[in-house]
């Protein structure tokens, strides 16, 4: 799901780390690879929820946000996302009164932030727009959904990895516009995703970034990991516990209007 893009700070993403490193890796342009990388592919859509996966329109996730300091995690933060597909978003974190609640919400190339502690209601700048449309290009529902199909992606058959001994789990090349690639690691019984992992330049440099997806419920005929784990360079920075998933519920369009003033908030 999209809370990884989210900026405060920014959930949601992914690494080559040295297990990684030991997949074998195949020929991206052997037509066998790249075959069995789409097979594959089809696999994990189809173990998520098929049709059921693919078609959905919006989404509301609750749950609860951790962020981790140096690899130390803070106090949890219940959340609430609202998601209309592709591109609107909206999450509340905190419960209760204004001044506990930090809201973030972006349409498509525009967005605002409210801070509760602050008590600002602010337009997202630039950069932190561009910040949420790079997030949805790392989210792995949109991936999966849209993002291996778009002009200039490639998927191929990356190889496979020693997960524990004796188990080996095969991996997913995945080449995203803008020559990102993610390497999508598959439980070997499931067919379900265990890991992505993906380099990406941001204000420390370049990071080596790692999601771990954990404990997958079906919601609504879709299975979702109901926890989230995000690493940067080997020190967990976040994770994400689901309490549920709705698809297809109604997300009120007001939900993503500015408020004129602070009493207007919602």
């Excluded at 890796?25 to 996966?53: C, F, H, M, T």
């Excluded at 630039?126 to 790079?134: C, R």
């Amino acid at each position: 799901m999209n809370l990884k893009k989210l900026m405060i700070p920014a959930l949601l993403l992914i690494v080559l780390s040295a297990g990684q490193a030991r997949a074998q890796k195949n020929d991206p342009n052997d037509p066998k690879n790249i075959e069995k990388g789409k097979q594959l592919l089809q696999s994990v859509i189809e173990a998520r929820g098929g049709a059921a996966y693919l078609s959905y329109k919006t989404l509301i996730g609750t749950g609860q946000y951790t962020q981790f300091d140096k690899g130390m995690s803070t106090i949890p933060r219940a959340f609430i996302d609202y998601i209309v597909w592709p591109d609107r978003e909206r999450t509340d974190f905190g419960k209760g009164k204004k001044k506990d609640r930090t809201i973030q919400v972006n349409d498509r190339k525009t967005g605002w932030i409210y801070n509760g502690d602050a008590q600002t209601i602010k337009d997202q700048d630039e950069k932190q727009v561009n910040s949420f449309l790079e997030g949805l290009i790392f989210d792995l529902d949109h991936i999966l959904r849209d993002g291996w199909k778009e002009p200039g992606a490639k998927v191929w058959f990356y190889g496979r990895e020693e997960t524990r001994p004796g188990e080996r789990a095969d991996v997913i090349a995945i080449e995203l516009k803008g020559g990102h690639q993610v390497l999508l690691m598959l439980d070997p019984t499931t067919k379900l995703p265990s890991k992505m992992t993906y380099e990406k330049q941001d204000e420390q440099g370049l990071g080596r970034h790692e999601v771990r997806f954990f404990q997958y419920v079906a919601y609504d005929g879709v299975k979702f990991p109901n926890i989230v784990d995000f690493y940067r360079d080997g020190v967990q920075t976040a994770r994400v516990n689901y309490d549920s998933v709705k698809l297809n519920a109604p997300v009120p369009e007001d939900l993503f209007t500015k408020p004129a003033n602070l009493k207007a908030i919602r």
